[in-house]
C-alpha cells in the first residue's frame, strides 16, 4: 500500500503562490489527484495529472492559476498554486486514482494522504 506525504502548506497573502509537494512511498503507477475541502463543505477536485504526466486536468476554479506535475523518479507530485484567492483556503490532500476508476470524484480515489492546510488572506 502506497502511502502518500504533503507538504508545503502554509498562510499567504491573496495574489501569493504556494506550492505543495505529494511524496509517495513507492512508485504510482496511477493517475495522481490534489483534491481540497473547506470547512463545512464537500471534497472538491482540484487537479490530476496521468501517469506519464503529459495529460492533465483540472477543477474550473483552479484553470489557468494552478498547474500539476509529477516526477516518476522521485515519486512527487507537486501542485504549484499561483494567484491564490480567499476561496482557494482549504485542507489540501493528495490522492491516487483506484485502477478500476476513470473519473475524477473523490470517490474515484484512495491512498489518502493526511493534507495540508493553505490558507489565503485577504
Known amino acids: 500500500q502506497v502511502q502518500l506525504v504533503e507538504s508545503g502548506g502554509g498562510l499567504v497573502q491573496a495574489g501569493g503562490s504556494l506550492r505543495l509537494s505529494c511524496a509517495a512511498s513507492?512508485?504510482?503507477?496511477?493517475?495522481m489527484g490534489w483534491f481540497r475541502q473547506a470547512p463545512g463543505k464537500e471534497r472538491e477536485f482540484v487537479a490530476a495529472?496521468?501517469?506519464?504526466?503529459?495529460?492533465?486536468y483540472y477543477g474550473d476554479s483552479v484553470k489557468g492559476r494552478f498547474t500539476i506535475s509529477r516526477d516518476n523518479a522521485k515519486n512527487t507530485v507537486t501542485l504549484q498554486m499561483n494567484s491564490l484567492k480567499p476561496e482557494d483556503t482549504a485542507v489540501y490532500y493528495c490522492?491516487?486514482?483506484?485502477?478500476?476508476?476513470?473519473?475524477?470524484?473523490?470517490?474515484?480515489?484512495?491512498?489518502w494522504g493526511q493534507g495540508t492546510q493553505v490558507t489565503v488572506s485577504s
Open positions: 490522492a491516487r486514482r483506484l485502477e478500476t476508476s476513470n473519473s475524477y470524484r473523490p470517490s474515484d480515489f484512495g491512498s
Open positions: 495529472i496521468s501517469w506519464s504526466g503529459i495529460s492533465t
Open positions: 513507492g512508485r504510482t503507477f496511477s493517475t
